[in-house]
């Protein structure tokens, strides 16, 4: 499983060898030395994901702002469009955005990302989304605890996903048990995995300890970059082991 790490601007060296990447679009559009890191990273062949906005600011960018982020650092995959729990409104933006984008860019890679207030408004959404011209079904953390208990149960609950040719990528971190069993359970048919949560901890000063701050990502902070690389390989190597280190 990839691991792609959210960092501010002035610590993204720390991900400069990475090979999978979340650029988040508010940033892009905002910052020319944030979006000029990620850049570099797609010419040189690194995987670039773009995020829409949607997680930090209750609802995503605009689909042309979104589209002019996403020429601006090459990137290989887009998310579309999605507003969190809301069933109607993911599909309906998600589709036509997606019909926007492919018109202007039949190459680049999409993602769309299931929601609902229930469990069978979610599973409808996703259902609907394996049948649309998309490369990848993101898992949001927004859907534990409610619908679902786990992202696992999400995944496995919905039929044709595990069997499809759509990749699977989990966006955002819910907790630690939750991420072992679905790697543990589905092996290697999910892509990648995405978190703030290194800089989350690290703004407040503190080690990662297996919770999540109730703190804003800030992508300007300056925070101490020795507590932040210590976060970050536990981060990563928590992905790995059954226990926080």
Not at 84 to 92: E, S
Not at 106 to 113: E, H, N, P, T
Not at 119 to 136: G, P
Request: net charge negative; hydrophobic share 40%.
């Amino acid at each position: 499983m990839l691991i792609a790490t959210i960092l501010p601007t002035k610590y993204l060296d720390l991900e400069d060898e990475s090979r999978y990447h979340l650029a988040l679009a508010h940033q892009i559009d905002k910052d020319l030395t944030y979006a000029y890191f990620f850049l570099r990273q797609s010419k040189r062949g690194a995987f670039v994901m773009m995020d829409n906005g949607a997680a930090e600011y209750g609802v995503p960018m605009d689909i042309d702002m979104l589209i002019s982020a996403a020429d601006l650092i090459d990137c290989q995959e887009m998310v579309l469009p999605d507003f969190i729990h809301d069933y109607r409104a993911t599909l309906n933006k998600s589709w036509y955005a997606m019909q926007h984008i492919r018109k202007k860019n039949k190459s680049i890679g999409l993602m769309g990302v299931p929601h609902g207030e229930t469990v069978n408004e979610w599973i409808s959404c996703a259902k609907e989304m394996l049948e649309w011209d998309i490369n990848t079904i993101g898992i949001s953390k927004f859907i534990v605890p409610t619908p679902f208990q786990s992202r696992l149960e999400a995944i496995m609950s919905v039929p044709g996903l595990i069997e499809s040719n759509k990749d699977i990528h989990l966006l955002g971190y819910t907790n630690i048990i939750d991420i072992l069993d679905i790697k543990k359970a589905l092996l290697d048919r999910i892509r990648g995995i995405d978190s703030s949560i290194p800089t989350l901890f690290a703004q407040i000063g503190k080690l990662i300890d297996g919770g999540r701050p109730d703190i804003k990502l800030d992508l300007d902070a300056v925070v101490d970059r020795g507590l932040l690389e210590r976060n970050v390989s536990v981060w990563k190597a928590s992905c790995e082991t059954s226990t926080w280190s």
